[in-house]
Structure formats: C-alpha cells, structure tokens
C-alpha cells in the first residue's frame, strides 16, 4: 500500500518553496488518492509530460487561442523555462505571468494572479465576466 510519507514528499516538492497550506491539506482526499490505480493513473499523467513521450509535446504555433500562461519562478514540477516559457515564446497569443518566490502551487498563494489571467483571456476571447458566468451554468 501507499503511505502518507510518500505523499508528504510528494507534495513538499509540489508546494516548494512553500509549505502545503493546512486548509489545502485538510481537505486533500488521502484515500482515494493512496490506492494503487490512482498512483498508477498519476504515473502516466508524468510520463506522459516528458519530453520524450509520443503526443507529449504541444507545438506552441497551434495553439491560436488567447492563451495565459501562469508560472512559479521556483517551481519544481514543471520547469518554469522549459515549460511555462517555452509555450509561452511560441504560442502567438499567449501571455505570460512569472510569479516570483513560488512554486508549483502558486495559485495556492496567489489566486488573484490567476483569477487576472482568466479575465485576461476571456476579454481576449471577446467574453466579458458575465457571458463566462452564463457559459459556466
């Protein structure tokens, strides 16, 4: 069986540099995610992202769509350039926000950052706030 411990690392480096938020940690669903087939399931969300799997790679010109990407300077997951900036550079409507100090969990410690990007693509997108709204419901 899976444990705790492991978990505990994994997220470590998710939050890194922070520390997972208790508010996040209290409502995080340890046991369905500490069973074997969601760990198999999270082993080939990984695998799939790296570089050299078929079908990883998105190629950033074919995105067309406004795009906003939100990144942590710090991040341990996905590499901030390799990822974040690298779609970035190539997708031709996209935007970039690094958010210094933070990890891969930056949303965890600035959703208002996150929140900006989405009004960014939405305005974008030639949707105001409450044309999403109604698309939502």
């Not at 190629?59 to 341990?76: E, K």
């Amino acid at each position: 069986a899976l444990d705790r411990a492991f978990l505990g690392m994994a997220h470590a480096a998710m939050f890194a540099p922070q520390a997972p938020r208790q508010d996040w940690l209290a409502r995080y669903p340890f046991d369905a995610v500490l069973t074997p087939r969601a760990f198999a399931v999270e082993g080939e969300d990984a695998l799939s992202a790296a570089p050299s799997a078929p079908g990883a790679y998105v190629w950033p010109a074919a995105v067309s769509a406004p795009t906003h990407i939100v990144i942590g300077d710090r991040d341990l997951v996905a590499d901030p350039n390799r990822h974040g900036r690298s779609l970035f550079l190539g997708a031709p409507r996209a935007k970039l926000t690094t958010l210094g100090g933070l990890g891969h969990m930056a949303h965890q410690f600035r959703p208002d950052a996150v929140v900006a990007a989405v009004e960014d693509v939405a305005a974008r997108a030639g949707l105001g706030a409450r044309e999403v709204a109604a698309e939502q419901a």
